[in-house]
């Protein structure tokens, strides 16, 4: 057991308040030697708070931090660095007209004489930490060029380059399949085995059951509980995380009409994807499972008018549909909740309301920028309330708010247009569990409505636990198989997905 080793880490009695917020209140923990703990909660329950704490990015009002017994004071993320400290934020930040090698070791270049930089060191460097991940990068490429999980890796690598004593990873397997995740996970047991302690902050409780060694819940700013990962079950744990116990929701069942949403024939892009035909009727739900590169978000590219050079032929309510870009499939009632919510779903500087009125300009707002009437803003705080977005001001900038509820804003602005066809991208990303069981009896609620609903996921529970009426499976750009909702169970999703 490795909670036997010295204590590395101790953080006593932190708090930190925002304006009518308290985002931490009195919160205490210490990390050992070689041990994984794992942070849950809801969105808002501070987690991101106290990780950016220890990152130097916030200041504690309150509370003192001991690394190896000596009280240390960070106050900016280089005093975080000059302690040990390397993290894995839920956040991309990256520059990306850089290379790998440059984003990994931003701001800690090794240079040469006269400060040029040494890249063939950095370079080496890199290389070998992705042979002991198995990681596939060409560390000459701009970050812009890479795929969302290859930036994620990207930004794993840059946690491991420096000499690190203590790693926070924040949702580190959001856009990670499920090989890199197993691979990440040997990597993070191999370095917490040499001494490294690690905080593993997710909403995965699996993730968390299998990773960690002791487990911390925060709730509302406060610490409500903390121990082993023996002593709690996943039913336990939950209550602990929400605050009430857990009903096994069974979600509205949605009557098939007869009418067709979508039908896609044959369609076909170069090394993406094979001949995909499917079709989506009324009050359906379809799920599409896949690895990384299997094309199931290519699939949504296309539908959503994001990619336009492709073979094959679509329909839309029985009339033919090839958007030319993303306004073309909104203007005949196709929405996407993308992967990427952070640079495809919002512009962060904006406020909520603003981003709300994206895909309805023309029919909110007058000339000179206002808002035509009360009308949208009543609209607009009645969807929130539905969706159970925390937020303080409807005029606040959304990056004020928890990646969970930045999500839920994504959705909101589509629940104010008119849709017949939404798309979810990984739905559920950064989205803790409480708030997940309300999204799944959402789109199930939807489709009662009469909405086709596509829900494309890399989580194979998460395809399980919303029982979608058919699972379409994914391999290498092609179907590899159809699940009707009584079909669908881990093993026979595997079986379609690894070529059985």
């Given amino acids: 057991m490795k909670g036997n080793g010295k204590v590395i880490l101790e ?76 993290f894995v934020h839920q956040q991309l930040n990256m520059v990306p007209v850089f290379d790998v090698v440059d984003n990994a070791y931003l701001g800690r270049w090794i240079t040469k004489q006269l400060g040029v930089c040494d890249k063939t060191t950095m370079r080496k460097r890199i290389e070998e930490i992705c042979k002991s991940f198995n990681f596939s990068l060409d560390t000459t490429m701009s970050i812009k060029n890479l795929s969302i999980s290859d930036q994620w890796m990207v930004q794993i690598i840059r946690a491991f380059v420096k000499n690190m004593q203590i790693l926070v990873m924040d949702e ?36 968390i059951f299998k990773l960690c060694d002791r ?11 903390e121990g082993l990962k023996e002593k709690i079950s996943r039913i336990e744990l939950i209550t602990k995380i929400i605050g009430e116990e857990r009903k096994e929701s069974i979600f509205p069942v949605s009557e098939i009409g007869k009418n067709t949403i979508i039908e896609v024939e044959n369609l076909s892009i170069p090394n993406k994807l ?32 994001i990619r336009t050079q492709y073979e094959g032929s679509m329909t839309l309510m029985g009339k033919p549909f090839k ?47 206002y808002f035509k009437d009360q009308k949208f803003r009543t609209n607009a705080v009645k969807i929130m309330k539905k969706l159970k977005v925390s937020y303080r001001k409807i005029e606040d900038s959304v990056e004020l708010l928890s990646g969970g509820n930045q999500q839920k804003v994504v959705l909101s602005k589509w629940l104010m247009k008119n849709f017949v066809l939404l798309i979810f991208d990984e739905p559920t990303v950064g989205v803790d569990v409480g708030a997940r069981r309300h999204l799944y009896y959402l789109i199930h609620s939807l489709a009662i409505k009469g909405h086709g609903i596509i829900v494309i996921s890399s989580d194979i529970e998460e395809m399980i636990e919303i029982n979608p009426n058919k699972v379409m499976v994914m391999r290498e750009g092609a179907i590899s198989g159809f699940l009707q909702s009584e079909q669908i169970d881990r093993g026979r999703i595997l079986n379609l997905c690894y070529g059985g």
């Fill in 11 to 86: 953080m006593q009695g932190i708090s930190k308040s925002f304006p009518g917020v308290k985002a931490l209140d009195n919160v205490s923990l210490t990390l050992k030697e070689g041990e994984i703990i794992g942070l849950v909660g809801e969105n808002g329950a501070g987690k991101s708070t106290l990780v950016k704490i220890l990152a130097g990015i916030y200041r504690p009002v309150q509370g003192r931090i001991f690394i190896n017994d000596s009280e240390v004071y960070l106050n900016y993320p280089w005093d975080a660095s000059k302690y040990g400290l390397a």
């Fill in 172 to 207: 580190p397997t959001a856009a990670l399949s499920d090989e890199e995740v197993q691979l990440l996970f040997e990597t993070v047991q191999k370095i917490s085995k040499q001494g490294t302690a690690i905080i593993y902050v997710s909403h995965k409780l699996n993730e």
């Fill in 215 to 225: 487990i911390i819940v925060l709730r509302d700013g406060k610490k409500v509980y």
């Fill in 274 to 305: 094979k001949e995909v035909t499917f079709n989506l009727r009324e009050g359906e739900i379809l799920g599409v499972y896949g690895l990384q590169g299997s094309g199931r978000t290519e699939v949504a590219e296309v539908l959503f008018g």
């Fill in 323 to 369: 958007p030319c870009n993303p306004a073309d499939a909104v203007s005949v009632g196709v929405a996407l909740v993308p992967e990427d919510r952070m640079n495809q779903g919002l512009i962060l500087r904006y406020s909520i309301l603003d981003n709300l009125a994206l895909p309805n300009l023309l029919q909110y707002v007058a000339k000179f920028g």
